[in-house]
Nanobody, 123 residues
Framework: QVQLVESGGGLVQAGGSLRLSCAAS????????MAWFRQAPGQERECVAV????????QYTDSVKGRFTISRASPKNMVDLLMNSLQTEATAVYFCAASIIAIAGPISRYDYWGQGAQVTVSS
């Protein structure tokens, strides 16, 4: 059974930092892109950051560029999201996802999802 399990969410003050981690089990994702999505109440799920199969290419949504960093750890079945200078707008449930392809693609390409981790940024 394939599982993605997020950890590291919580409550942080604006300007602070959090690191989210995602551990995958049940199969290897060494040849798959992985990503972090987030969904705030009443809003659509958006892709925050993507990392390709090699770890050599990353992509971020504009609102987090320069503040968030996605990385994947050997043997590439773990992916982290370091979030710095957090703003209240970052409050959402964050989901780890694994794609069926090796590079960044549309949300429809992500077949495997974690249960989500709540991140709350207070002012």
């Amino acid at each position: 059974q394939v599982q993605l399990v997020e950890s590291g969410g919580g409550l942080v003050q604006a300007g602070g930092s959090l690191r989210l981690s995602c551990a995958a089990s049940g199969r290897t994702f060494s040849r798959n892109a992985m990503a972090w999505f987030r969904q705030a109440p009443g809003q659509e799920r958006e892709c925050v950051a993507v990392i390709d199969w090699s770890g050599g290419y990353t992509q971020y949504t504009d609102s987090v560029k320069g503040r968030f960093t996605i990385s994947r750890a050997s043997p590439k079945n773990m992916v982290d999201l370091l979030m710095n200078s957090l703003q209240t707008e970052a409050t959402a449930v964050y989901f780890c996802a694994a794609s069926i392809i090796a590079i960044a693609g549309p949300i429809s390409r992500y077949d495997y999802w974690g249960q989500g981790a709540q991140v709350t940024v207070s002012s």
